[in-house]
C-alpha cells in the first residue's frame, strides 16, 4: 500500500503557467459504415494544473498515408518533416509505422451496463435503479443522434484526457469538477488498494498526487482495450447548481490561482472605476461579473474546467458511457454502482465536504439566490450557454421565465 503523503501544493508561479499545446496531426479518416478512426500516440504527455484545470495533450506529428485495401502506410511512404539528414528519416518512417491508426465503434462498448445479479433481480430498488440508467442513457444516445449526428469524427487523446482509469475493477471515470469528483478519486484509489478507506486521503493527495493513472496515459492500444471492455461512468450536476458551486469556491475564497488569473482579468474587463488594490489582487468578483465573462465571446482569459460543458469535458457523444450518475441522487447512484461492479461491501461513497467544511452545501435554493442577481436575459443566455448539458442529462428549467 502506497503512502499517501500529501504533496505540495502548487506555487502561484507554477500554477499560473498555462501549457501550450501543439497537436499536429494529419488524419486520414476511414469511412467504414458505423466506424471511425481512432488516432493514438504512446508519446503522448500530458499534464495537471492546480485543480486539475485546463489540461491537454501533446503528440508527436504523425502522417497517415492512404493506401487502398490496408490500414497501415507502406514502408516507402514520405514523412511529413523534409529532413537532409538520412538516419533522422528513417526514424520518422519507422514512427509513422508504429503509430498507425486503429478503429473503434462509434458510441458502442462492447461491455455496457454490468447485468443484475441473479439474487438481485427480484429486488425492487435495484430493478428501479436499473431501470432509471437505462433511461438515462437512452435520453443521452437520442440527444447525441439528434444534435451531433455526424458519425465520422475523431476520438483524440484530448478526448480522453478527463478520463481516471481504475485497472484492478476494470473502471473508466470521467472527472467532472464540482460533482463529487475529490470523493469518487478517493473511491477509485480505495478499489486500487492504495488507501484502506476513503477517510484517510487529503484534498491534496487526491489532486496533486498523481496516484491515479488517466486514460490519455496510455499507448493508442490500451486506450483502445479500456475504452472497449472497462466500464464507463460520470457522475453530472445541474448546470447552475455546479457553475455557483464553482463560483462560491473559487471566487469567494482565497485562491492563489484563480484571483489572479481570472480574478484580475474579469475586473478589469466588466468593473467600472475598479479600485487599484481590486486589480491588483483579484479578489472580490462578483458573481454578475463572472457571467459576464462566461457570456462573452472575447473573453479576457479562456475556459477553466469547473465551468465547462460536460458535453465538452466528457464527450459522451463519442464515448459510450455505461452508467451515468447525478450529484442529486450521488449516495443512491454511487453505491448502486459499487454495487454492480462488485465493490468491497464495506466501501461506501464518502458523505463529507472535501472543501469548506463548515459552509452550506450550494442547494437549488442558494442558486436561485445567485441568479437572482442577473437580469432576464442574462438568465436566458446562461441557459442558452448550458442548454446541451440541461437537454442532454434531462434536467428541467430553472426558472420559469426560460425558454
Same mark, same amino acid.
Do not use: C
Given at each position: 500500500m502506497i503512502s499517501l503523503t500529501p504533496p505540495t501544493v502548487p506555487s502561484r508561479r507554477s500554477s499560473t503557467l498555462i501549457l501550450a499545446c501543439h497537436l499536429s496531426i494529419v488524419i486520414n479518416t476511414l469511412s467504414f459504415g458505423n466506424f471511425l478512426g481512432l488516432f493514438f500516440y504512446q508519446d503522448c504527455t500530458s499534464s495537471n494544473n492546480q485543480d486539475g484545470r485546463i489540461r491537454k495533450s501533446t503528440a508527436d506529428e504523425l502522417s497517415v498515408v492512404k493506401q487502398r485495401g490496408s490500414l #497501415? $502506410?507502406?514502408?516507402?511512404?514520405?514523412? /511529413?518533416?523534409?529532413?537532409?539528414?538520412?538516419?533522422?528519416?528513417?526514424?520518422?518512417?519507422?514512427?509513422?509505422?508504429?503509430?498507425? $491508426?486503429?478503429?473503434?465503434? /462509434?458510441?458502442?462498448? +462492447?461491455?455496457?451496463? $454490468?447485468?443484475? &445479479?441473479?439474487?438481485?433481480?427480484?429486488?425492487?430498488?435495484?430493478?428501479? *435503479? #436499473?431501470?432509471?440508467?437505462?433511461?438515462? &442513457?437512452r435520453i443521452m444516445g437520442e440527444t447525441c443522434s439528434k444534435y451531433k449526428s455526424n458519425n465520422r469524427r475523431i476520438i483524440t487523446p484530448y478526448h480522453v484526457s478527463r478520463i481516471f482509469v481504475e485497472d484492478k475493477y476494470r473502471i473508466l471515470y470521467c472527472e467532472v469538477p464540482k460533482a463529487g469528483c475529490s470523493n469518487w478519486k478517493r473511491v477509485l484509489m480505495v478499489l486500487n488498494g492504495l488507501a484502506s478507506s476513503t477517510k484517510d486521503i487529503q484534498h491534496n493527495t487526491v489532486h496533486y498526487g498523481n496516484y491515479l493513472k488517466r486514460l490519455d496515459g496510455f499507448d493508442r492500444k490500451g486506450i483502445y482495450h479500456r475504452l472497449n471492455t472497462y466500464t464507463k461512468m460520470l457522475f453530472i450536476r445541474e448546470p447552475f447548481e455546479k457553475l455557483v458551486s464553482a463560483f462560491r469556491d473559487k471566487f469567494e475564497h482565497p485562491n492563489n490561482y484563480y484571483h489572479p488569473v481570472f480574478g484580475k482579468a474579469i475586473i478589469s474587463r466588466y468593473r467600472v472605476n475598479a479600485t487599484k488594490e481590486?486589480?491588483?489582487?483579484?479578489?472580490?468578483?462578483?458573481?454578475?461579473?463572472?457571467?459576464? #465573462?462566461l457570456l462573452d465571446v472575447h473573453r479576457p482569459v479562456g475556459m477553466d474546467i469547473h465551468w465547462d460543458h460536460v458535453n465538452r469535458l466528457c464527450s459522451p457523444c463519442l464515448i459510450d458511457y455505461d452508467f451515468v450518475g447525478k450529484f442529486e441522487s450521488m449516495e443512491e447512484d454511487?453505491?448502486?454502482?459499487?454495487?454492480?461492479?462488485?465493490? $468491497?461491501?464495506? *466501501?461506501?461513497?464518502?458523505?463529507?465536504?472535501?472543501?469548506?467544511?463548515?459552509?452550506?452545501? +450550494?442547494?437549488?435554493?442558494?442558486t436561485q439566490q445567485y441568479f437572482a442577481q442577473l437580469s432576464p436575459s442574462q438568465r436566458q443566455r446562461s441557459y442558452d450557454f448550458y442548454y446541451m448539458d440541461y437537454l442532454m442529462f434531462n434536467y428541467s428549467k430553472p426558472f420559469e421565465d426560460l425558454y
Open positions: #497501415y $502506410p507502406p514502408e516507402n511512404a514520405p514523412t /511529413m518533416l523534409q529532413s537532409g539528414d538520412r538516419r533522422f528519416h528513417k526514424r520518422r518512417r519507422r514512427f509513422v509505422i508504429k503509430k498507425s $491508426p486503429i478503429l473503434i465503434a /462509434m458510441n458502442s462498448s +462492447t461491455l455496457n451496463l $454490468p447485468t443484475l &445479479k441473479s439474487e438481485d433481480r427480484n429486488n425492487d430498488k435495484w430493478k428501479s *435503479l #436499473y431501470q432509471i440508467q437505462k433511461e438515462r &442513457k481590486a486589480l491588483r489582487t483579484g479578489s472580490g468578483v462578483k458573481f454578475k461579473e463572472f457571467i459576464q #465573462y454511487a453505491n448502486f454502482f459499487l454495487h454492480l461492479i462488485g465493490a $468491497p461491501q464495506n *466501501l461506501t461513497f464518502p458523505k463529507f465536504k472535501d472543501r469548506h467544511s463548515n459552509e452550506e452545501r +450550494t442547494t437549488t435554493k442558494i
